[in-house]
């Protein structure tokens, strides 16, 4: 079994599989009568003909070192997970590898921090820590299949 460590994230090192949800140092503009900082169009939803959608998921906890040994992808439509709880959560990434997962990266992602998957991109099925939580989620509703799910030989992810 392969053992890889989760590092902080950041947008540099994330980049080839989206972006990330959160502020900038400085808002794009102030809105509201000067009340409310405005960090205009954070990522871009790919929708591939179809609708953009929000949802709500709440997923279960794990706890490190975690066994992941599940991947999937959206090949028509990017997703984005925006954390509705205070606490940091894991992100599972690979890239493409004609028509299979590439080696995995985890990212450990900091409370208050959303990421936007783009379309295509092999990812573990979420995965809070130590305690269970809901994201708000934007994908692809429509036409097509837009889920390719696949098992891995299992990896272990420690801190």
């Known amino acids: 079994m392969t053992t ?15 972006e990330l949800l959160t502020v900038r140092p400085m808002p794009d503009k102030m809105i509201n009568e000067g009340r409310c900082e405005r ?11 179809g609708e953009a959608i929000i949802s709500i998921f709440r997923s279960q906890p794990v706890s490190l070192p975690y066994e992941c040994g599940l ?22 990434v690979a890239r493409d590898d ?44 429509g036409d097509g299949v837009n889920l390719e799910e696949i098992r891995i030989r299992p990896i272990t992810i420690t801190a």
């Open 39 to 49: 960090h205009h169009a954070l990522a871009t939803v790919q929708r591939g003909g």
């Open 71 to 92: 991947l999937e992808r959206h090949p028509l439509g990017s997703q984005a997970f925006m954390p509705l709880g205070p606490d940091a959560w894991l992100s599972v």
């Open 98 to 141: 004609a028509g299979r997962p590439g080696h995995p990266v985890a990212f450990l992602v900091p409370s208050g921090m959303g990421i936007n998957l783009h379309a295509g991109v092999w990812h573990g099925v979420l995965t809070p820590l130590d305690r269970a939580a809901d994201f708000l989620v934007v994908d692809r509703e």
């Open 4 to 18: 890889i460590r989760a590092v902080p994230i950041t947008a540099d090192d994330f980049a080839p599989f989206g």
